[in-house]
């Protein structure tokens, strides 16, 4: 089964401080995802990445940023937190291409609190 | 705004009956797929429908889409507790490799 590793469960940070939230799968795939999900607005894509050093940005970038020097790891970035970024944050991975019917599998989320 | 939109927001039924979940969505999709998540979970895929299919079976579910209406109902058959959980769609638009989620339905399976 694929895994998918989100480095934290629970983290509580203070507004400007540099956070970094990583993410690992162990099944070589290609594409891989930053989500936040909060109450009543479901899940929105913040970034994703097809492959190595490559990115593109989602619906909600702003105030994120990402890293992806391996394959299997994919690094979301808050460059100076602030208190409406308190949200559960999940990372997914697929095969390369939606369209080829890859299913998104998703890790178990980070609660980031910001006070 | 998103994409899919889920109905009902919240459904609470007592277990053995069966559950219907409706979502709804905006543009031509490529594929409609169904996640699940448990509380404090991350979700997990369900069940995958191609745009050029009708009904999709997987053990106790069956999906349905129709392309016309730009809708999708996922039924889950003789509900049990642990099927408590919220329900998600999804649709993959075919540009920019990416999936775009609804807001989700509650389900609550009593005993």
């Known amino acids: 089964d694929v895994k998918v590793t989100q480095s934290s469960r629970y983290l509580v940070k203070r507004t400007g401080e540099k956070v970094f939230l990583e993410c690992v799968q162990d099944?070589?795939?290609?594409?891989m995802f930053w989500y936040r999900q909060d109450p009543g607005l479901g899940l929105r894509l913040i970034y994703f990445s097809y492959d190595v050093k490559m990115k593109e940005k989602g619906d909600i970038p702003e105030g994120y940023s990402v890293s992806r020097e391996k394959k299997e790891r994919f690094s979301l970035i808050l460059e100076s937190a602030s208190t409406n970024q308190t949200s559960m944050y999940l990372c997914?991975?697929?095969?390369?291409?939606?369209?080829?019917?890859?299913?998104?599998?998703f890790g178990n989320g980070t609660r980031l609190t910001v006070t | 705004s998103q994409q899919g939109e889920e109905d009902p927001q919240a459904l609470s039924i007592q277990e053995g009956e069966n559950a219907t979940m409706n979502c709804s969505y905006k543009?031509?999709?490529?594929?409609l797929q169904w996640y699940r998540q448990n509380s404090g979970r991350g979700l997990v895929h369900l069940i995958l429908i191609r745009s050029n299919e009708r009904e999709k079976h997987s053990g106790r579910l069956r999906v349905t889409l129709d392309t016309s209406k730009k809708s999708s109902s996922l039924l889950i058959t003789a509900s049990r507790a642990a099927d408590t959980a919220s329900y998600f769609c999804a649709t993959f638009t075919g540009g920019g490799n990416k999936l775009t989620f609804g807001t989700g339905t509650q389900l609550k399976v009593e005993l």
């Open positions: 997914a991975s697929s095969l390369i291409g939606q369209a080829l019917n890859s299913p998104l599998h």
């Open positions: 099944m070589d795939h290609e594409n």
């Open positions: 543009t031509s999709i490529n594929n």
